[in-house]
């Protein structure tokens, strides 16, 4: 089928399918069981879109996938942004989870676990960091003892970015604690419903609570979601890590969906700065601001378009996929800093004063982009990887 064929597929399709009230701002359509969708609409769509295979586009379609080509995923996602479709969200399942199970789970953890990830029936998240361990991963302590059928697994986690909305875990856990800390470490798969699993929500200073701190008490994690080998799983570890770094710097499924930060920054602009009589944002500062970024942001744009045709074999960039990571964070931290700016003191606002919905966001968006340049790796972390993997420069 010619492109423009699949355009025409693709668009009839959506016309066909996709509900009003999946287009433009709204409700998010979640995932998983515990995050109910009050307009039933909504989780209609997230199931059309499911089965169809695109909520992961170029999965196979063995797992739920759509199996398309890089350039079909380009063409559904203009087809999208031009009815400016609400997709399903795809957290943690589709951005890493999923990924390092199609490259290191068996088949039988594939087939349980990855179609349920693209129907959107499942929602994930991640037991990596703890109190005591979090760039220096490799230090963390919780056990997990093998008690013949399955393992018992005690200890605690913290920064479980959305742990109270989660069915499942992904976590790395200690196997063997009288070995080197890389060499003793476990990645295994816990179902988040059981007595055994304690979740804590951490408020933020936004207000917010998207992080948590999760308990395990005697939790179990069944023998057949151990994946990779048993005290092997540092390897599987890091190569999640990496998807979760192609994720935050726009190079794993489903980037470039969203509106680019540019374009709102313009109508930021022209809506709290003004326009002037020639239809331009009337403040020569606030322009000069909104178009340098918008340069940079194409720039990135650009660059990640690039790295996606290079890199043909469809898996991650390894290393390299720090330097996505860490001017993607900075991008957003940027756009979250001149989106407030420009609004002058309405961006800054609290609940319970005359600040609009949007205001409120932007404030919230202003406190939390800080952690952008943390999770998944500090900044600093990633400017390591970089002068060491990257450019092999000397410690």
């Known amino acids: 089928m010619s492109l423009e064929a699949f355009r025409e597929e693709v668009r009839s399709w959506l016309e066909e399918n996709c509900p009003e009230s999946a287009r433009g701002p709204g409700e998010p359509v979640t995932i998983g069981t515990k995050r109910p969708m009050k307009d039933p609409a909504l989780l209609e769509w997230r199931h059309k ?19 398309l080509s890089r350039d079909e995923v380009r063409v559904l996602g203009e087809e999208l942004r031009r009815i400016k479709a609400r997709m399903p969200m795809g957290g943690m399942g589709t951005s890493m989870i999923g990924p390092t199970l199609l490259e290191y789970g068996t088949e039988e953890q594939k087939l349980r676990h990855i179609p349920k990830i693209a129907m959107g029936d499942i929602s994930w998240c991640q037991g990596y960091s703890e109190p005591g361990a979090g760039s220096d991963l490799a230090g963390l302590r919780t ?6 059928d399955y393992f018992e697994v005690n200890g605690q986690k913290i920064w479980t970015s959305g742990a109270q909305f989660a069915d499942w875990i992904f976590a790395l856990v200690r196997t063997n604690p009288d070995v080197p800390k890389h060499e003793g470490i476990s990645f295994v798969l816990m179902d988040m419903d ?66 680019p930060a540019g374009n709102v920054l313009v109508e930021t602009a022209k809506k709290y700065v003004g326009v002037g009589a020639d239809g331009k944002i009337a403040d020569d500062g606030a322009r000069e601001q909104v178009v340098s970024f918008a340069m940079n942001q194409r720039s990135f744009q650009l660059t990640q378009k690039r790295a996606r045709e290079e890199n043909t074999s469809g898996k991650t960039m390894g290393e390299a996929t720090s330097i996505f990571k860490l001017y993607g964070s900075t991008l957003a931290r940027d756009a979250a800093d001149l989106k407030c700016a420009l609004m002058g003191s309405q961006g800054y606002g609290w609940e319970g004063d005359s600040f609009s919905a949007e205001e409120l966001e932007s404030t919230r968006s202003l406190l939390s982009s800080r952690a952008i340049t943390i999770f998944g790796g500090t900044n600093e972390i990633q400017m390591n990887i970089i002068s060491k993997r990257v450019l092999g420069l000397p410690d």
């Open 49 to 67: 879109v499911g089965a169809r295979g695109w909520t992961i586009p170029t999965w196979p379609k063995e797992y739920g996938g759509g199996g």
């Open 194 to 259: 059981q007595p055994g699993i304690t979740v804590r929500p951490i408020r933020l200073i936004s207000g917010a609570s998207p992080f948590c701190e999760t308990f395990f008490d005697k939790a179990i994690a069944q023998k057949n979601d151990l994946v990779g080998q048993l005290n092997r799983g540092w390897t599987v570890g890091k190569r999640l890590l990496q998807h979760e770094r192609s994720g935050q710097g726009g190079l794993s499924e489903g980037g470039g969906r969203r509106q």
């Open 143 to 148: 056990r997990a003892e093998d008690k013949g």
